[in-house]
């Protein structure tokens, strides 16, 4: 009889010493090991065959998900918008912040913003920020941790919600149909090559001059920034100024209102919001005293726009603001960043690390604290969605949260398999980083810590998710398609 797996503690116990160097009798040794145990044997055949994910699965919590939620600010048939093979669920997210509002308010069956109309003026902002940025650095050298930095992350798709806010707040809003999407909006890599190399071009055209004067620098960064924009406009479309919008009601009337704009259509549908002013990002980095407030340099993404300030918090004011959001405030979707590299199923359309045990599969690992994961960024808050919904016990605690992604949907009838998760109150606890709160429902002790002088941090700060935000998405965006085709 081959033996069972042994646990860490025992393995740490019977583990021969091996020097430095991997030689060629501890690989055999090592050989010889995995063999002995039926369990690696099984492992083998199934994780090579279905995946780790369909291997490590526990049935029994499986059976425990449900997608029934007697709080929920969710519209009846509603269809998860899907920003596929790009980074937008940043943006994604602040749009559907609202649009559960909107629907309610019309009656109408559906609705969603145009992500390729705030898209374009994301790129083009993030585009003038660049060289705006790389016009101060030219005094330094091209090992500068800076001047690194800023070349490294010049035109990713990934942000942050202060970003969203301030594209919104400058540029307004259009419907979806007024700016559809475009091949390049849903698969963005093609079109940030070329933007890169227009950008890191004409940076270091900057930095070849001998005798450099504003007048030259100027010249160089005017040139390609209109190159930026009629890049832009090939690979999404022009923006529209005018534009008008018809809709049908759940009643079955038609409806069109002309002459609109994109700061009248804001006006319209989030009237007297300023996203930036209104919302504050409250946000739990255990690495980090609580109670103090954090602004992150160079961070605004818009030329005049508003840098990311969080207030960090325990985890448990994060949940109880994001109640109060959901329960007692307009009814608006809590726009919220996590990390989804763990305890993500998408056969259940679940967030809840009890349903898969992978010890069982690949043995015990070290401890990982959320303060570890987050300090040595082996996780981070790598996908943005919202909340649309809590259960709660009788005395007010979270058991479950729904929750709205932006990875589209295959059955919009059928709970779960909408595009909207059951998220556990204990994956909200380990993975959850930041929650958007309206400034109206914060205490009066937590007004005073959000008006105290904010602690300055470099772009590279462990708090700073921008420089992961958000290829963690898009891989698991690919995973998603992957799980599909196997349905």
Sequence with gaps: MKRRAETLEEDSSKRPRTTDE???NVLEMWRDTFHESDINELALQSVTTVGSDYTSTDPNEMRKVTHVFLNSVKEENVKASNQEASGRCWMFAAGNMFRHNIIRAL???NFEFSMTYLFFFDKLERANYFLLE????????SEDRYVNYIFSDCMEDGGLWNIAANLIDKYGLVPKDAMPETFQSVFSSDMNSILIRKLHGAAIAMRKIKNPTNEKLETIRETCMHQIY????????????KFEWSFYSNDGDGHIIRNLTPSKFKSLTLPDVKLSDDFVILSNYPQKPYFRTYEIQYSAGVQGGKPYTCVNLPIHELKKYAIKMLLDGPGHA???SADVSVGMSFEKSALNDSLFN???????????AKK?????????????MTLVGVDIDHVNRPIKWQVENSWGFSDNEEPGEDGFLSMSDRWFTDHVYEVIVHRSLLSRTMMNVVKINPIILTPWDTIHPAKHNFTAARFFYEKLLVCGSKK
């Design 107 to 109: 009656g109408i069956r």
């Design 372 to 384: 570890d994961i987050s300090e040595f960024q082996t996780g981070f808050a790598g996908h943005a």
């Design 334 to 336: 809590v726009w919220f």
């Design 134 to 141: 790389a016009k101060k650095t030219l005094g330094l050298p």
């Design 230 to 241: 009629d890049t832009l406009t090939k690979f999404l479309g022009e923006p529209p100024k």
């Design 358 to 368: 992978y010890e069982r599969v690949f043995g015990k690992s070290y401890p990982l």
């Design 22 to 24: 991997l030689q060629e």
